[in-house]
């Protein structure tokens, strides 16, 4: 069964910054469109980052400017660089192949980003 562990989280102070990963137990991840996701509490699970298997990215307003989203298709990996992070951005977040262009696969268990002061 494929695996996606998602690592990185952790308290930071507004302002601060964030860089999570996640590691894909199969290659074939590497061949689809991937997205990190968040939920916050009493929140649905929204995608907020994504990229093509070319290395195209894309953002939702929230967080442009602020994130990036990169990946290392030689290490199964997907980032995420959060800069000037805010409570808002408080949440568990995931990661998975982008729902719009494929069927969401297991979600893995998530990292707590906590921002306070």
């Known amino acids: 069964q494929v695996q996606l562990v998602e690592s990185g989280g952790g308290l930071v102070q507004p302002g601060g910054s964030l860089r999570l990963s996640c590691v894909a137990s199969e290659t074939t991840f590497m061949l689809y469109n991937m997205g990190w996701y968040r939920q916050g509490p009493g929140k649905q699970r929204e995608l907020v980052a994504g990229?093509?298997?070319?290395?195209?990215?894309n953002y939702a307003d929230s967080v442009k400017g602020r994130f990036t989203i990169s990946r290392d298709n030689a290490k199964n990996t997907v980032y995420l660089q959060m800069n000037s992070l805010k409570p808002e951005d408080t949440a568990i977040y995931y990661c998975?192949?982008?729902?719009?262009?494929?069927?969401?696969?297991?979600w893995g268990q998530g990292t707590q980003v906590t921002v306070s002061s």
């Open positions: 990229i093509t298997v070319s290395g195209n990215t």
């Open positions: 998975n192949v982008d729902r719009r262009y494929n069927t969401i696969i297991s």
